[in-house]
């Protein structure tokens, strides 16, 4: 298992643009940031030079519990497609949170208790960031409160269980206990909410608590940092096999898991090591890299964060309500923008369908039962899988396998009985969204 | 990983008791099992002298996939307890069937598959097994009915549609698709159900249907045979460690994974290599070991299986909802119930709620969210080690985590909002179930 993380903004040659003071209008500064991140998680948002972090000692100790994650390579999915490539997968999803979110978490909530911290608020989509984030919490004896998008809430109710299991307090949002809550919920008392408007109540109920922060299990350039963990073990086990990939393909939501299996491949194109092909693969419905724009915007829907330059649907942007939860966010990491913004990566987008789809076939030949979101990698692999067989390419595909999908029955059984929507943003939809981009003066 | 599995019985000093055929009233022959199993299965549910069976190769295959499986040290369980002991656990529920069951789920549908079936039948309780059995069928192609006790198809939603999403054919037991269902059903409508009947339709529907055969996830010998697997995998890792056992412990419902987990150490045992001490755990509400008879008896409620001879509740024993779906069966292994009743093994008994609390403490400090079943033996163990932090002995403890409770939800719940039951049967509901023991003549 690596002891350091690696810090991608250590290799890039273009820095992504600063994150911006909404007050000041003025690129933010690390101070400007603790009073929403603990000290230690501010500075490596900010730090861009340190190429390799030592990660403590606290935290291998926890990572030990599940970690290395394995490296399998899909011989039964191979077969079934008839394809000519070699298709690995990096599963994630083997540790109570079932997915690679607890990477971060435990970094996140190690760093809160060393500055003595009591107590951490975050937000939730899916569930998983909030389940990893619960467990951390627990470990490290934190209190912990958990906004979850409405619409999982509702559609997930023992993933609120299993959180509610390791202590978690879990609310639904929009809810009525904050300002920005109470105000989404005047302007739409139906909303399903998204990971934006959560955000928001959780940084408002973060800083007006006493000895309380907020964490974010995405888009943020320290969770990429820490889930680096995933790129860097993958590269070793590939390494050992005498393997290289030709693609790497992961899920992007926020970019979480995507930037932390893609670095040490994107340091090898920066560096000019090698040149695999790297794939993002997000929703159709909710589409940041291939139909948003490269701005600057809030990371939230209430607009009390920073300003960050991301692709971005517009944080009014609100995604319908597709059950890959985790992926349902406006934004993007701004790393990963700036990297596909200057050509270092590719994107698509698919159709929910297609990607329930590829989950079904996936767990009948591999027994494991994808999480929604990560079968939207799967969906990109098999289809670059099934171009080799046209083709007869030998290509070497890796993939995340992020994590498994036991709390997404609801969506399966939607998807088995045939009742699966496709909905995919129209141009007025997404019009709407960027009508609620923030003028920022040109820098 | 293991090539081979070990055959308990062929280093047991007395054997079990034969099967009996309730027709003739006589040990059952092989070829008296071939309506019901296939060939191969019906050959190692009678053969007591095969020491090791090669794994075939198709198995090992799909093995690989999940195993070997982790064996853990929990050192942070330790650290939360303050013991001297050393708790070790051989963690089952890496796989989407999430338990042990895929164990011999795969080897089932591999010797059916090899013989030219084309469907199975099966029960399931808490739905492990299903899952498992759903998994296998799907990975081999062939076609599987599952009957789910009715009060876990009603309890775990999701499970049915995990089922289903590997193409099994789930209904909720008492059915009316079988005579002995429609029976079951008339006598009292509103049965929750139990692993006993499941089985009675299960097996009427695998006899009255072409090309299909009955398989079962637990109680028989072959399953036993398949299990060693856990065990065998136990020893050898902990064999690198330089540590042997001082306790063994495995939750115990109809044996599976008992018997699995500790066969190379009652191997050990019964060739005098080593005297671990080995601990059944069962629940309260359904003692079979602690509280049963040891005698002949059906294994399912429809009367329709061979008699077998074991620790049993009476087959119109109807356990309560008791939320350890795969623990509630009035029978036990034959193996096994022969080696406790010839002191080769202890068994304790405990009540729901205190597993629920180890379950949760476990769940806190080692991160992984057990089965109900599982937390059976979590209790056991952790009584152990605050044993040894009484009397201060450093014993090492090997406890079988058989599987995750991510579809266990309504029961974490239940515990959590303070309105889980502790029913223990009276000595009036135990001897109903004695009532219905079969008359066989003394041998």
Redesign the interface.
Known sequence: MPKQWYNLRADMKEQPDPMINPATMQPATEEDLYPVFCKKLAHQEMDAETRYVDIPEEIQ??YK??RPSPL?RA??LEKALGTPAKIYYKFEG?????SHK?NSAIAQAYYAKDQGLTCLTTETGAGQWGTALS?AC??FGLGLTVFMVKVSYEQK??RK??M????ANVIASPSNTTNVGRQILANDPHTGGSLGCAISEAVEKAVSTENCRYVLGSVLNQVLLHQSIIGLEAKKAMDILGEYPDVVIGCAGGGSNLGGLIAPYMQDKLTGKADPRIVAVEPASCPSFTRGKYAYDFCDTGKITPLAKMYTLGSGFIPSANHAGGLRYHGMSPILSKLYHDGYMDAVSVEQTKVFEAA?FF???????PAPESAHAIRAAMDEALRCKETGEEKTILFGLTG?G??D??A??AF?EGKMSDYVPTDEDLQRGFDSLPQVPER
Do not use: R, W
């Open positions: 100790e926890m519990i599940y399998c011989y039964n083997n540790n109570t949170s079932g607890l467990e627990s470990y109710p023992f269980a299993v509610q299991t390791f202590d079904t767990a009948k030949h591999e027994t494991i039962l498994t036991y709390f029955m609801t399966y059984t088995l």
